[in-house]
């Protein structure tokens, strides 16, 4: 493993290449891609390694002040946490999003941006769902034509009730990265972040402790709005320059075994997504979905945990039918997390759109072959999902309202064929997509 103190001289010094002259400030209308290659939690008896992607969008909301910005982990480890032995597992995972606001200053030749953001929530510790408010602060210095450095720090207090108790998890976490720009709308990104997390209780039925949280990410940002379009455009072409920040208010899903049947209600949901065009025919996009549920899967309880976040990263191509149809194909990393083992393996998504005045119509189908070590046996789960969102613009310059549904099934089995495993979900979401 790399050690944090090397990677972040690395990173600080690398960021303190100061040039005479400015050719952009800050944006905050962004697509940002990065890869956790090398994380440590840090506890009183183990220190396990994990790795897996992040998605940070943000968008300005067309304002100079205010911002809207949505980040969120999808996590995996090969090491053990004492829940199966010998299993791949997700000990943490960590969703935020909220309204934010902002304020450039000219320092010499360096542009600095101070920022502050009040944040919603959701984090998952060894499958147990929790949730509470946050927030975050930090300062960006653009100090060169190819270089932006930012430092930050972001916490949140999340707790929830959990088998007949209480788990705790208030995690906080300092990050300094630095961004270098192929082009002015595309810079490669490396970060370090360093930080803990006190947590009590849940699954593992854990004493108070603090956990250290080390981990090293690199990553593509997309900036959008470089180029902008007239203001007269209305309504909004189809594109594939979109960020898009969901909650799921409603739906369930059905597991099924050899040996137990359970129904569960999705409590809250949250999902950010996003894609940037490549050129006229290619794209590149993530999205993190993320679902609480509530039941029990062991009777005479009722928790609340997380059942099958998925996430998918992958390139696509798209062909214009007419100007206000078009059909695409997407291949990509797929990762479905099974209460708290992770699957990984790829996906396909194919689908369709068209605008109609002010509204937009997508429907679309994704499959995927995922698997993971459970227990020394390999455990298989295949997404197969189909959904439609309807997006409708009310004003030039504001963001659309989107209606999603999804329904489909996992099927696979847990660690041998003779143990299959079969689980029905259908979700409603609500949310807001920002087009560039």
Known sequence: MYKISQAAIFIASTSLIICSTLTAGQRWD???LSYTFDGELATNSTDPEYKGPTIDASTSLNSNLFFLRGQSTSYASDDEFGIIPNSDSTFVDWTSIGPGMHHSNRIGQMNLDLWGQVTMNRAVVASAATKGMGAALGARFHIAPNFETSLSYRQAKADRNYNGGKIIFNPSLWTLETLYFLTPSSAVRFAYSNGRADIEGGTLELKPE????????????????????PDHETPKHLTFNFIQMDYIFNGGISIQTRTITRNLDVSRGLAIKGAFEISRTFFFGGEILTFDYDGALIPNQNNVFSVNDMSFFGPGAYFRLTDSAQIYAQIGLQKVHYIYVPLEGYGVKAGAKAKIGSAELHAWYQYGKTDGKIDDLTMTLKPNLYGAEIAIEFAPKMPELVIGYTDG????????????????????????????
Not at 415 to 428: E, F, K, N, V
């Open 409 to 436: 099934k996992f099927e696979g089995d847990i660690g041998t064929p003779l143990q299959p495993l079969t689980m029905s979900q259908r979700t409603t979401s609500l949310g807001v997509r920002f087009r560039y």
């Open 210 to 229: 603090s956990i250290n949280i080390n981990e090293m990410q690199i990553g593509y940002r997309h900036i959008f709005g470089m180029h902008e379009k």
């Open 30 to 32: 962004y697509l940002d």
